[in-house]
């Protein structure tokens, strides 16, 4: 008689799972039907319902400072060897708490005005247009190699008047810092991420005492002279400011852009619609955000109990030090807030309300320049060329919190 193993238990949270991260958003409808809060098999609690997600990400009773406040397992080496590497220098500020948090955007909240970000737009519209003349002349682009990543990455360079002759070199240490910062990080990825921030930080440190011994009008001049009520960046808060000002100032919008334009050449209809109609310009940019955003996630932990409702109307309570894994992705897909969300709807009246960019007091600094970089980039193209079309398969980014294409190749005429 042979013998016949029982099937495997299906997981509902199972990030290691290539169809999960190839589409994740089946498993997050039923995640968020069958147990919409879930503890996941390393201790995080996992958020799937929009009202949940938006209730944390506003909350007081949580802190982003996981190195403080989240109980470690401390048989889990990669927990522990990030622990002490937070510990080594100044915490970023996604990974601060007021009163910090408060004071470090207050002090670099100028430079990310409204009126500010607008003031770029002819420079991007020129740098745009630069890269489709040349796709017209050839009758293909490959979108994140040519547009999608050089555009923002030309932008943040100008901005802070950083060199662009190393923007591989960039590039991969960028790409390398975001997957250290995976929930599925290997060792030899933290090892990876060390090693580009040791090549990272010296870099910088050359450039900003270049800039402070012959100051300009760029950001990161600006960065070193600012004030607020007497009130400075520390040297070691600049370093970890424009660390993430390089790498959030273009990597979330790279996949914007990508995840963008897929989702469009799937639903031509919207494509040929936002064709003609500039009046869809700004909700446009929030459907795609709703739609397939480029951070899928992100953490908070409870600093007092917190209360949820389970699948059946039951109660429970999450306590103080655990970590609530907030899916931005999935609260973008709940019917409750969106009507038939697995939809691509470029003028759904809510699209605005989306939490592709978080929310709270951690509201993404940027999301006014991303959303402006993803709309030029993303009208001018369409509107330049009558016909676009996939020339191959769009390989997608093997991560789970950064989501995105790494190649788009299209045919245009």
Not at 159 to 176: F, I, V, Y
Request: aromatic share 6%; proline share 7%; net charge negative.
């Amino acid at each position: 008689m042979s013998h016949v193993d029982p099937p495997k238990p299906v997981r509902l949270w199972d990030p290691f799972d290539p169809d999960f991260r190839a589409d994740p958003y089946p498993y997050y409808d039923r995640l968020r039907t069958e147990a919409p809060v879930y503890r996941s098999d390393i201790g995080q609690v996992v958020l799937t319902r929009y009202s949940d997600v938006f209730e944390v990400l506003r909350s007081n009773d949580v802190s982003r400072d996981l190195e403080a406040n989240a109980l470690l397992d401390e048989s889990n080496p990669i927990a522990v060897r990030r622990r002490n590497r937070r510990r080594g220098g100044a915490k970023s500020i996604l990974n601060l708490d007021p009163p910090d948090h408060t004071r470090l955007r207050r002090l670099v909240s100028k430079a990310f005005t409204p009126r500010a970000i607008e003031g770029l737009r002819p420079r991007i519209e020129h740098m745009v247009d630069e890269v489709l003349n040349n796709a017209a002349q050839r009758g293909k682009i490959e979108l994140i190699d040519e547009l999608a990543f050089p555009v923002p990455f030309r932008v943040i360079s100008e901005l802070l008047d950083m060199p662009t002759e190393r923007a591989d070199e960039l590039r991969g240490w960028s790409q390398t810092l975001t997957a250290g910062l995976e929930p599925t990080a290997t060792m030899s990825d933290l090892d990876a991420s060390e090693a580009a921030i040791n090549q990272l930080v010296p870099y910088l440190i050359e450039i900003i005492e270049q800039r402070r011994a012959e100051p300009g009008d760029d950001l990161l001049s600006g960065l070193l002279a600012v004030e607020d009520d007497g009130d400075t960046l520390s040297y070691e808060e600049l370093i970890s400011f424009v660390v993430l000002l390089y790498v959030a100032g273009h990597e979330t919008t790279v996949n914007l852009i990508g995840n963008g334009m897929l989702a469009l050449l799937r639903h031509p209809d919207q494509l040929d619609r936002w064709r003609q109609d500039a009046s869809l310009d700004v909700s446009a940019v929030d459907e795609l955000l709703r739609f397939d955003g480029p951070v899928q996630h992100t953490v908070r932990v409870a600093m007092s109990p917190m209360r949820f409702e389970g699948a059946h109307g039951e109660t429970i309570t999450i306590e103080p030090g655990h970590t609530l894994l907030t899916v931005l992705g999935a609260a973008n897909h709940d019917p409750a807030m969106f009507d038939e969300p697995d939809r691509l709807r470029l003028d759904r009246p809510n699209a605005g309300k989306h939490t592709a960019f978080s929310a709270g007091i951690h509201y993404c600094l940027g999301a006014s320049l991303a959303k402006l970089e993803a709309g030029v980039a993303i009208t001018r193209l369409i509107r330049r060329f009558d016909h676009i079309e996939l020339a191959g398969e769009p390989h997608w980014r093997d991560r789970i919190t950064i989501r995105g294409v790494d190649h788009l190749p299209l045919v245009v005429r």
